[in-house]
């Protein structure tokens, strides 16, 4: 694991944030680096392609049920979402899954052109701040790890800029449960573009979180959290 930096809140919790691109997803679970991942719901060689065996065993959740609401998140939901995948298993060190919209998920063809466009930065930071507030607040993680949310090959400064922000807010506002540390980890991330993470602390940078509109539903067995912001 690679420090990047130390985020002070508000409420006077640290919490550490960094960078792992070499220890598989279940090393990292199995030597107690993470306890929640925060995935995109692109299939095929991606995070969620190469781990989602390993997902099915360490949940105790059915690997097709898994492909299933992946790609009904990806292809066919049109509103921006997030499925939560809680641990059935009672010996798994993991607490869950969150899969995630991205920039290839439908839902996000109404903010943005297709590929290689810059990111839609609301986007990007409403879903990295409900994602972490479901991890935390329903899945009770403490040590999260979240993938790339771009396209394959296309994540931006922006992205990883943007998830910090929101990171920064959940952890500043009152009430909010600790976070131990935050973890970049998959592929298609560079460390040079988690380069504007260290500016964190610097005052100014953060401004407030402005509360959005979620619905929450189920499908499958599973929950479903929908997002509006506009």
Request: negative net charge.
């Amino acid at each position: 694991m690679h420090r990047l930096s130390e985020l002070q809140s508000r409420q006077g919790t640290t919490t550490l944030i960094g960078y792992d691109f070499m220890a598989s997803f279940e090393e990292l679970t199995q030597r107690g680096d993470v306890d929640c991942y925060i995935v995109s719901t692109e299939d095929g060689f991606s995070p969620l392609g190469g781990n989602r065996n390993f997902f099915a065993m360490e949940l105790g959740i059915d690997e097709a049920d898994i492909r299933k609401l992946a790609d009904w998140n990806r292809f066919r939901n049109d509103e921006v979402s997030l499925i939560g995948l809680s641990s059935r298993n009672p010996s798994s060190k993991l607490r869950g899954v969150v899969l995630a919209a991205s920039e290839t998920s439908r839902s996000y063809e109404q903010f943005a052109p297709a590929s290689h466009s810059m990111p839609y930065r609301d986007f990007y930071y409403n879903v990295a701040y409900e994602s972490i507030s479901y991890a935390t607040k329903t899945l009770g993680a403490r040590k999260i790890a979240i993938s790339h949310l771009s396209g394959s090959g296309h994540f931006h400064e922006n992205i990883a800029t943007c998830i910090a922000e929101a990171l920064a807010h959940f952890c500043d506002k009152a009430n909010s449960p600790i976070i131990d540390s935050f973890l970049f980890v998959g592929c298609c991330i560079e460390a040079s573009d988690l380069s504007g993470i260290k500016r964190l602390n610097m005052e100014g940078e953060i401004t407030e979180h402005r509360d959005i509109h979620t619905n929450n539903s189920r499908r499958n067995g599973f929950e479903v959290i929908s997002l509006d912001w506009r």
